[in-house]
């Protein structure tokens, strides 16, 4: 009797939704881009649990699928001498900048596992970014049609661009803690003319802690969206890059 | 959980959707699904190639297709394009083996067909099957339907 109690205690807890966090620090966008290919292959052969890369970019200009280069407006070689790199990726959405005090979070998790299509997943990384914002007291909303993001008022504080492949996700959403906001100068957001973008710097009343702690409430509003029952917080990012051959 | 509706009201609102959902998506009955939500109208050595009724009410607006070559090649569970929709891509996938012989070019200037006609208008690509007994493993439209249901009760 008290064997069988045992078996269902251990099935009840391989059936709690478990999530790893990588907090990483500022990671080169290739050598990031590099790693979730990596842990996407791993985590569609359920190697891994359910992963987030939680870091951010040194200036970084990205593109998408559309490869909307007409949205970048000075030319791709005068980038350099603004410290900038330029990347094409596969995600979706346009053209968007990555940079130092923007919270960047990568989930590579399976959709399949718990039956969300594309636009419910994009859904749930708005509203964690809404609740994160309200949590230092700004009321920031979703886009409207064809808008998708994070919006305050008519400006963007957070964006979103993945790309899904057998149900796995990768890319994911970059929210503007206090990033150089002159760097988004040099592009078209997203490809949507006449509206700009804004931080919760700029937003807020409040005194923000450390980025640390803002990017780890972010991820608790993201986890608790999804509804994981537990977390796993990982820290050593150069264990990371070992194991996967990176740098 | 009050609040969450009324915040989910709201947020639909604002992305002009509705959360009056169909209880389920449609399917055609003659035709054969795979698990990743593809579709294949099988006429002969030939295949119709889409994504159903319940892959684009589950991406949203299609904003972007990403169309193969007719010549290329195709292999049964490999992704042969791509669309993209809501800032998200996602990888669309062969149910059948075979050579392309035709691709709907329609898609790129109205990749919205998809969503507005998954099984008719928004067909993807038209192959020639190389080996008609994977379609043996397809799933047949009462399938599928059981299928979506499963996998929608998950959420």
């Given amino acids: 009797m008290i064997f069988d109690i045992y078996i269902v205690d251990l099935r009840i807890m391989s059936l709690q939704r478990k999530l790893q966090v990588w907090k990483m620090g500022i990671v080169n966008y290739l050598d990031a881009l590099q790693l979730q290919q990596k842990l996407c292959s791993d985590r569609k052969t359920g190697k891994i649990p359910d992963t987030i890369l939680s870091l951010q970019h040194p200036p970084t200009y990205t593109l998408g699928k559309r490869r909307t280069s007409h949205n970048l407006l000075v030319p791709e070689a005068d980038l350099k001498n603004i410290g900038a790199e330029l990347h094409y990726t596969e995600r979706g959405g346009d053209i968007t900048f990555h940079g130092p005090r923007q919270a960047v979070v990568y989930p590579i998790i399976s959709l399949r596992d718990i039956g969300l299509g594309a636009r419910k997943y994009v859904e749930t990384l708005e509203l964690a970014m809404i609740e994160l914002a309200s949590l230092y007291g700004v009321i920031a909303r979703p886009g409207g049609k064809c808008e998708t993001g994070v919006w305050v008022g008519d400006e963007k504080i957070g964006a979103i661009g993945v790309k899904i492949s057998l149900g796995i996700t990768c890319h994911g959403l970059a929210f503007n803690i206090d990033p150089d906001l002159n760097y988004f100068n040099h592009i078209v957001p997203c490809g949507i003319l006449d509206k700009g973008v804004t931080s919760l710097r700029r937003e807020t009343r409040l005194d923000l802690p450390a980025d640390e702690v803002i990017q780890k409430e972010l991820i608790q509003c993201l986890a608790r969206l999804l509804r994981y029952d537990a977390i796993e917080w990982r820290e050593d990012e150069s264990y990371l890059f070992e194991v996967y051959g990176i740098k | ?155």
């Fill in chain 2, 1 to 155: 959980m009050a609040s969450r509706m009324l915040w989910a009201s709201r947020a639909a609102c604002h992305l002009r959707i509705s959360l009056f959902r169909r209880g389920f998506a449609s399917v055609i009955e003659h035709f054969k699904y795979a698990d990743s939500h593809e579709w294949a109208d099988v006429d002969g050595t030939y295949a119709k190639i889409g994504i159903t009724d319940h892959a684009q009410d589950h991406l949203g607006d299609v904003v972007y297709v990403e169309l193969p070559e007719v010549g290329a090649t195709v292999t049964k569970g490999k992704n042969f394009g791509a669309v993209e929709s809501v800032k998200a891509t996602s990888d669309v996938y062969a149910p059948v083996s075979g050579d392309i012989v035709e691709v709907n070019t329609k898609l790129s200037d109205s990749p919205g067909l998809i969503n507005a006609s998954p099984y008719k208008d928004g067909w993807i690509i038209k192959v020639q099957i190389s080996d008609s007994t994977e379609l043996k493993s397809l799933m047949d439209s009462e399938q599928y339907t059981n299928f979506c249901e499963e996998e929608d009760a998950k959420h």
